[in-house]
């Protein structure tokens, strides 16, 4: 069974910087591309940043771009969000996303239960 | 690419057929998937490439392509059906989702 765990979520000073990981299992995960979405409380989904197999290709929304980094470990089964300078619209449950293929922007097959980033001003 | 999505929300009663649309602002092919995400939870996949059923999901869902506009159908509405539903174009980054719409139960 897939299973995405989402975790580093919390409360945080606009302008700091918070780490959010994601565990993977139940498939394999070196073979895949993953991605981040946010969605604020109440509202839409956004996507924020994706990343290939073998992180050679790696994209991210002009919201986040310069300020988020993702990266991954497929030792560990790991996805990665690395939040620097947060801001208060940064503000949003993130979900860890799994897409079937290796590279290229897809759709997502399976979805973590999201971690919750709060940013306070 | 940016999605448009109508309406934001309907109401229909158990039975009725209800139809979801969504629009891209460039050429996306069939490149287009559609989630499911009920209160609370984390988004579903439902549909991928315009009109493929994901595993799981009964075949009163369906998606199809008219010119420019892509649909979500269901077919005879449920009381599980109450959820919010999504597009999601995906043929390049950054990718991009539709606003959502809103199904509930009259």
């Known amino acids: 069974e897939v299973q995405l765990v989402e975790s580093g979520g919390g409360l945080v000073q606009s302008g700091r910087s918070l780490r959010l990981s994601c565990a993977a299992s139940g498939f394999t995960f070196e073979n895949f591309a993953m991605h981040w979405v946010r969605q604020v409380p109440g509202k839409g989904l956004e996507w924020v940043a994706g990343i290939s197999w073998n992180s050679g290709n790696i994209g991210y929304a002009d919201s986040v771009k310069g300020r988020f980094s993702i990266s991954r470990d497929n030792a560990k089964k790991s996805l990665h969000l690395e939040m620097s300078s947060v801001r208060p619209e940064d503000t949003a449950m993130y979900f860890c996303?799994?897409?079937?293929f290796g590279s290229g922007w897809y759709y997502f097959d399976y979805w973590g239960q999201g971690t919750l980033v709060r940013v306070s001003s | 690419i940016q999605m448009t999505q109508s309406p934001s929300s309907l109401s229909a009663s158990v039975g009725d057929r209800v139809t979801i649309t969504c629009r891209a602002n460039q050429d996306i092919s069939n490149y287009l998937a559609w989630y499911q995400q009920r209160p609370g939870k984390a988004p579903k996949l439902l549909i991928y490439t315009t009109s493929s059923l994901q595993s799981g999901f009964p075949s009163r869902f369906s998606g199809s392509k008219s010119g420019t506009d892509f649909t979500l159908t269901i077919s005879s509405l449920q009381p599980e059906d109450v959820a919010t539903y999504y597009c999601?174009?995906?043929?390049?980054?950054?990718?991009?989702f539709g606003g959502g719409t809103k199904v509930e139960i009259k």
């Open positions: 999601q174009g995906y043929n390049s980054a950054p990718l991009a």
């Open positions: 996303a799994k897409t079937r």
